[in-house]
């Protein structure tokens, strides 16, 4: 194959713009060291590309999942549900014994209000009257 079109690569790859996206990602994986399935000819890694995809060297849906891979920068992982945590268990009498009457102060809601009106604010300083 001399030269290399489009057509010859359109009945594997039949969207053009899909042929020219997995053709430049195939063509920067050759430059960056991947190595090549076909003879080189002299030929530069572009057109090394495209003749890959049109001898069926590589298969265009590999290129193509390859391509989508490296663009995504937050690949989701597969993590195990969270365990359900158990409730606490109720105390027995044994241990409600140990532990004695134990008892809660409760306020009311006027002796709360009535314990924040007696606060007295903090006195202004000269950097807050700015």
Do not use: W, Y
């Not at 430049?24 to 030929?43: F, L, N, Q, V």
């Not at 268990?89 to 209000?113: N, W, Y």
């Amino acid at each position: 194959m001399a030269r290399v079109t489009v057509e010859d690569c359109i009945d594997k790859v039949e969207n053009r713009f899909e042929l020219v996206l997995i053709a430049s990602h195939r063509a920067r994986m050759i430059a960056a060291g991947a190595p090549i399935t076909i003879d080189r000819d002299k030929d530069k890694n572009a057109v090394v590309a495209l003749r890959e995809i049109a001898e069926a060297t590589l298969a265009p849906e590999d290129l193509k999942e390859d391509f989508i891979h490296s663009l995504q920068k937050h690949v989701e992982v597969d993590e195990p549900e969270a365990e359900v945590v158990p409730a606490i268990a109720p105390i027995d009498k044994a241990q409600s014994e140990a532990f004695g009457d134990v008892q809660f102060d409760r306020m009311t809601e006027e002796d709360l209000l009535r314990g924040l009106e007696g606060l007295v604010p903090p006195a202004e300083t000269e950097d807050d009257s700015d």
